[in-house]
Nanobody, 120 residues
Framework: QVQLVESGGGLVQGGGSLRLSCAASGRIFSITFMRWYRQAPGKQRELVAA???????NYADSVKGRFTISRDNANNTVFLQMNSLKPEDTGVYYC??????????????WGQGTQVTVSS
């Protein structure tokens, strides 16, 4: 069974940094896109950053220049380095990935989420 497990969230002061990690486990053959979403209280979940298997990256305008997404294909892990954090970055951050596994087809998977809180 494929699982995504996030780590690295926490409480940080404005201007600080955090690094999120998300590891995929299970009988995985390949992973195409890996993404980070976030959901602030009372708001819809939004895409923060995405990275392809070929290392093509995209960012939400609100995080460009502050966040960096990267991946370790050998360990099926994606990272989100978050610098110059602002209170509006507060929310639950979710890992998401398109994974081809022993099930025989690609499926989209979600992690359980990790809380990021930025104080002013």
């Amino acid at each position: 069974q494929v699982q995504l497990v996030e780590s690295g969230g926490g409480l940080v002061q404005g201007g600080g940094s955090l690094r999120l990690s998300c590891a995929a486990s299970g009988r995985i053959f390949s992973i195409t896109f890996m993404r980070w979403y976030r959901q602030a209280p009372g708001k819809q979940r939004e895409l923060v950053a995405a990275i392809s298997s070929g290392d093509s990256r995209n960012y939400a305008d609100s995080v460009k220049g502050r966040f960096t997404i990267s991946r370790d294909n050998a360990n099926n892990t994606v990272f989100l380095q978050m610098n110059s954090l602002k209170p509006e970055d507060t929310g639950v951050y979710y890992c998401n990935a398109d994974i081809y596994s022993s099930s025989g087809y690609y499926r989209n998977y979600w992690g359980q989420g990790t809380q990021v809180t930025v104080s002013s």
